[in-house]
């Protein structure tokens, strides 16, 4: 594994040899441990959209690895002034011992690690989402000491958290069902890929999708850089892609909640819901830094 620039380049070995990491890495800081991996090493860190979680965590877990990170927004760097992402990745391949990325096409990533020669970490494209979903992965093993067999459902837009959800889940021996509305499916790499499983569905109806769930899971209906469409949106999700009281009684008994956050309380969960699965969605995000720890050493240790 060079970078991490998606799940669907991962092999499932590769997804659960970073769980296994991630698990090691939570209990040694849990206890005090030193784990010093990359001492000494550099990650830049380039923010084209906002950020809470992707910032912080890994801001925080190069610290406790022993390294250090730089917080560079797009507007600060020439990038927003013109100059070429091969020339940016070529220059900051000379400095930096790994580059993590949010930004909006895909294509984005992909040419930052086709054009520098450190690893690059995708924090978030218009495609995906693999550091978040990996916390999710690691978060349901631990409420339910498994992954092979459970039942993974989405409800909401098409969009990075279910592109990569259905990839992770499937990956890692899931059965995965995704309700979305038609307008806003997800990708078709991604459904092409999910085709070849008999474990997957894709329906228009949240209460069929949810059926029997163990875990479900849902996203906001407008994402960064979508506002302007906002209104449109609402019309089509509003009423229907929610997870509610009525979702839950046909979930399985014992079925966990996971929000990748920020939530938009009253649109794609309820309130009730939320705050009753609070543990989970907040312990997914603590997640976020022991996940991204795994992969930043993974990657950038020498
Ligand atoms: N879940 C997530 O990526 O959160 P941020 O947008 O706050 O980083
Ligand atoms: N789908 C959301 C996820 C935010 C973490 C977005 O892209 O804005």
New binding site residues.
């Given amino acids: 594994m060079k970078h991490l620039l998606k799940l669907l380049d991962l092999s499932s070995d590769e997804i659960i040899g970073l769980l296994d990491f991630a698990d090691d890495l939570k209990r040694r800081q849990n206890q005090g441990e030193k784990h010093e991996l990359l001492k000494g090493k550099t990650l830049a860190m380039i923010f084209e ?9 890994f801001e925080t877990g190069m610290f406790q690895l022993g390294g250090h990170a730089l917080c560079l927004l797009s507007s600060d760097l020439q990038i927003s002034r013109g100059e070429p992402l091969c020339d940016t990745a070529r220059v900051m391949s000379r400095y930096v011992d790994g580059i993590m990325i ?1 930004t909006y096409g895909q294509k984005i990533a992909e040419d930052l690690a086709k054009y520098g020669s450190v690893p690059v970490i995708n ?2 494209t218009d495609l995906a ?1 693999p ?2 979903v990996l916390a999710d992965l690691m978060t349901i093993r631990e409420y339910k000491g498994k992954l092979e067999g459970l039942k993974l459902c989405y409800i909401g837009d098409g969009n990075n958290m279910a592109n990569s959800l259905i990839v992770g889940g499937l990956k890692t021996g899931m059965t995965v069902s995704a309700a979305c509305p038609p307008e806003y499916q997800p990708d078709p790499l991604i459904l092409d890929f999910a085709k070849e499983y008999s474990d997957f569905t894709l329906t228009p109806d949240p209460k069929e999708a949810a059926k029997n769930a163990d875990v479900l899971v849902t996203d906001v209906w407008s994402s ?1 850089g979508q506002e302007k469409e906002s209104s449109d949106r609402r019309k089509i999700f509003e009423g229907k892609y929610q997870i509610n009281p009525d979702i839950m009684q046909i979930s399985s008994g014992g079925a966990i909640v996971l929000h ?3 939530a938009h309380r009253g649109e794609e969960i309820t309130e009730d819901v939320f705050e009753a699965h609070a543990d989970e969605i907040f312990t997914e ?1 603590e997640n ?1 830094l022991h996940a991204q720890k795994a992969v930043l050493a993974t990657l950038m240790r020498s």
């Fill in positions: 959209k906002s950020s809470t979680r992707t910032r912080v965590s949010r924090g978030l989402h550091c978040q960064m990748c956050l920020p995000a976020r």
